[in-house]
């Protein structure tokens, strides 16, 4: 069997790709172990999402008094709130395999591996080989939970984010190790769901990646809501006992334990490289990832990697764009994705995103600033909807007056960062911002604030 393009994952990037090589009238073949959709359809973003909005409407009744509502009372259906996930994911798969056949898009189920510039071999599921040649290979395998390498790491009760999303029951007390994205977005999710909830972070801050004010603001306002956090403590192992398991810690506070029904590891992933032959079909690895040039390539004349295994931004809109840029390379067409314009969205309570370069990556590269912020308190919108806890800050340029970086915390911040996005993307100055018209009231109006009060730094 002869294809113009083969492609190695069904996440993200690899339908992206398979969708575009398609529609540039090209034979596609898509091998996909699992199901298709990869990690963000089917055990991470979008069934996080889904017991997101669950846990919010519950947050909402907490709150209906401030509205001059009262209620009587309610009680959380969990297998129900589980089976509206279900049947999310499934709406979005069957979905996405419906455009697969209509771009005439062979979907093969089973492990891909290299052969050599021009051949995969892929393992059925029933153990048959099948090998399939390609005039381009592109790899797009994703990535998995890391986990823990700390003595306990295996016992039961200790769960990956995968396992967590199918849980059949709330735990009364969740330690969730690592205050990264997925941390904090299921830290908030179950302490609403009724769970106690510790987060345990080895690094001084949660959210590391993000600016610093959001991950300070962000750490005040969840242990409001009674999420206790821990940072700069060491895991040291988890145990058992009479009432459950145990997060034994060092840090600032000496020895520590952290009583638990349920542990989470959340603290990282790892590519899913090991399966793919690369060494023997002579591609690069470096790092636990594969070195791709500008247009995705990598050291093979012919393969093509995009997504997790090539490292950065571990998103699936990140997988997206490089797969769609990376078969546009194949057939010559110029295309890039602008590292610096990726956003970054974490559905906490409050919401979280940024774009662009922190003001300490700025400072860091010696970039004269400029730094305006705004809080959503002053934001008519944000007051009449109980929701003005945060705020929207710009970074840019000093010399040129480009918009650098957008780093928001508040409701709706994971909307209104598409804005803040195009800023980056199209290298808009303040200027620029300053002549578009804002509606008001919304919370969109804060971006404008936010330039408006441009300061040197």
């Known amino acids: ?12 990037g690899g339908c992206a ?13 898509l091998i996909e172990r699992e199901q298709l959709g990869g990690t963000c359809l089917n055990r991470g973003c979008i069934p996080t ?23 009587s009372g309610y009680e959380l259906d969990f ?44 393992t059925a599921p029933e153990g048959g080989v099948e090998k399939i040649k390609g005039s381009w290979i ?8 890391a986990g823990l390498t700390v003595p306990g790491a295996d016992l039961s009760g200790v769960l990956t984010t995968k396992d967590i999303l199918e849980i059949k029951q709330i735990p009364s007390q969740l330690v969730i190790i690592g205050a990264g994205v997925v941390g904090i977005e299921l830290a908030g999710i179950f302490e609403a769901f009724g769970s106690r909830v510790t987060v345990l972070e080895v690094l001084p801050r949660i959210l590391p ?52 029904e349920v542990v989470l590891t959340a603290a990282g992933r790892k590519v899913n490289i090991e399966g793919l032959n690369l060494a023997e079909a002579g ?16 050291s093979v004349s012919g393969i093509f990697a995009v997504g997790d295994v090539i490292g950065g931004k571990m998103l699936a809109h990140t997988a997206l764009a490089e797969g769609k840029a990376a078969v546009e390379s194949m057939f010559g067409i110029a295309a890039a994705v602008k590292k610096q314009a990726i956003p970054s969205c974490v559905f ?8 662009g370069l922190t003001e300490q990556e700025a400072s860091d590269r010696k970039i004269p600033l400029l730094v305006g912020s705004y809080p959503l308190t002053n934001n008519a919108k944000a007051l009449t909807m109980g929701e003005n806890d945060g705020f929207l800050k710009v970074v840019a340029d000093a010399e040129s007056k480009k918009i650098l970086g957008v780093h928001i915390l508040g409701s709706q911040a994971t909307e209104l960062i598409q804005a803040g996005t195009m800023a980056v993307e199209l290298e808009l100055s303040a200027g620029d911002i300053e002549r578009v018209m804002q509606a008001h009231p919304t919370f969109g109006e804060s971006f404008l604030e936010a330039v408006l009060r441009l300061e040197p730094k």
């Open 49 to 71: 999402k889904a017991l997101y909005k669950s846990a919010q409407v519950i947050r909402t009744m907490r709150e209906a008094s401030h509205f001059g509502i009262s209620l």
């Open 1 to 12: 069997m002869v294809k113009d393009l083969v492609v190695i994952g069904g996440g993200p």
């Open 138 to 145: 592109l790899l797009a395998a994703g990535s998995e939970d």
């Open 283 to 298: 591609v690069a690895c470096e790092h636990n990832r594969i070195p791709v040039d500008d247009s995705y390539a990598t």
């Open 209 to 260: 990646s993000m600016d610093q004010d959001i991950g300070k603001r962000l750490a005040v306002l969840l242990k409001k809501k009674g999420i206790r956090i821990e940072t700069g403590v060491q895991i040291q192992r988890i145990r058992r006992n009479k009432n459950g398991l145990s997060v034994l810690t060092a840090g600032k506070q000496g020895e520590e334990e952290f009583p638990a």
């Open 17 to 29: 790709a398979a969708l575009r090589a398609a529609g540039l009238g090209a034979k596609v073949t």
């Open 79 to 122: 297998p129900a709130v589980q089976a509206r996930k279900l049947k999310i994911v499934l709406q979005l798969r069957s979905g996405m395999e419906q455009m697969l056949r209509n771009a005439g898009i062979q979907v093969v189920t089973g492990n891909g591996r290299l052969i050599d510039r021009h051949t995969v071999a892929v």
């Open 348 to 355: 906490a309570f409050q919401e979280a995103a940024a774009v």
